[in-house]
């Protein structure tokens, strides 16, 4: 195996921190269930950032956890020189559905953040913004369609300008893909790239797949079964931008078999 790849240690900076996690760890149960166990994580200006494990390994609960949705019990969540003590208009999240309401058209939808936050005179205001965005993820005309008028991949469209919308500085994405066919998960994945590189945002994926953490990242974060802990943080090292022919790159296939080994070993930490 590629010596450089095998040596890269956490934790890795491309370049100016602006989401740092110190010691963070949760527990349910009084303390009974261990689910994360002192996680440190840097997350750095422009980059995607990725994290795979098993199944129960903590990631969504990692992810709800800056995004302010839960609190650690123990540890520290700073974004931008602020701690992380609840939901953030500098935060964008998106799920695995879509979760658009069907009485709302794709416009009201996508306005809803702005609109629950500042009101409705500021969700007005935000509408070109709206609209400019439904153009980049090539969704214009569908402005006043309603949720039972678009594809899955149109709804994750749609969901993608809800999160960007207020301009957040972290973008933070549970497997938005999942429920998506191979195809479309694929391009889905493409149209995320242009718009993290076009908006130079920060991401932040949860995913299963080691091929999707290796197209789209900087950096891959590989977890251990439960307690969840980082074991290693790998740079991906591949030119951007990224294209799905990238995958029968020899570098690519030695990234997919160190995760995949990592993953296997890390069952077992």
């Known amino acids: 195996m590629n010596k450089a790849v095998t040596d890269i240690r956490p934790v890795i900076k491309l370049g100016k921190p602006?989401?740092?996690l110190s010691n963070v760890s949760k527990y349910y149960g009084d303390g009974g269930v261990v689910a994360l166990e002192g996680v440190n994580l840097s997350l750095t200006?422009?980059?995607?950032h990725s994290v795979i494990g098993s199944s129960g390994c903590g990631k969504s609960t990692l992810l709800k956890i800056m995004a302010g949705l839960t609190p650690p019990s123990k540890g520290r969540?700073?974004?931008?020189?602020?701690?992380?003590?609840?939901?953030?208009?500098?935060i964008g999240m998106m799920f695995q559905q879509a979760t658009l309401f069907p009485w709302r058209t794709t416009v009201q939808n996508i306005l809803l953040p702005v609109e629950l936050r500042e009101g409705k005179k500021a969700a007005e205001a935000a509408k070109p913004r709206a609209l400019a965005l439904l153009?980049?993820?090539?969704?214009?005309?569908?402005?006043?369609a309603?949720?039972?008028?678009?594809?899955?991949?149109m709804a994750q469209r749609a969901a993608i300008c809800r999160m960007l919308v207020?301009?957040?500085d972290v973008l933070l994405l549970d497997e938005p893909f999942s429920a998506l066919d191979e195809i479309t998960r694929d391009f889905m994945n493409m149209e995320l790239q242009r718009i993290v590189l076009e908006r130079e945002a920060s991401a932040f994926l949860v995913t299963h797949s080691i091929s999707e953490a290796v197209i789209l990242s900087d950096i891959?974060?590989?977890?251990?079964?439960?307690?969840?802990r980082v074991i290693r943080s790998i740079k991906i090292d591949l030119p951007r931008p990224r294209t799905l022919e990238m995958a029968i790159m020899p570098e690519f296939g030695r990234?997919?078999?160190?995760?995949?080994?990592?993953l296997d070993k890390g069952a077992f930490l």
């Open 220 to 228: 891959v974060h590989v977890m251990s079964a439960r307690p969840g």
């Open 166 to 168: 207020s301009e957040p």
């Open 135 to 144: 153009d980049l993820v090539g969704l214009k005309g569908f402005s006043e």
């Open 146 to 153: 309603y949720p039972s008028q678009l594809s899955g991949g």
């Open 77 to 90: 969540v700073v974004l931008s020189g602020k701690p992380v003590r609840g939901p953030r208009a500098d």
């Open 255 to 262: 990234y997919v078999s160190e995760i995949r080994d990592l």
């Open 18 to 20: 602006v989401y740092e």
């Open 45 to 48: 200006k422009g980059a995607f």
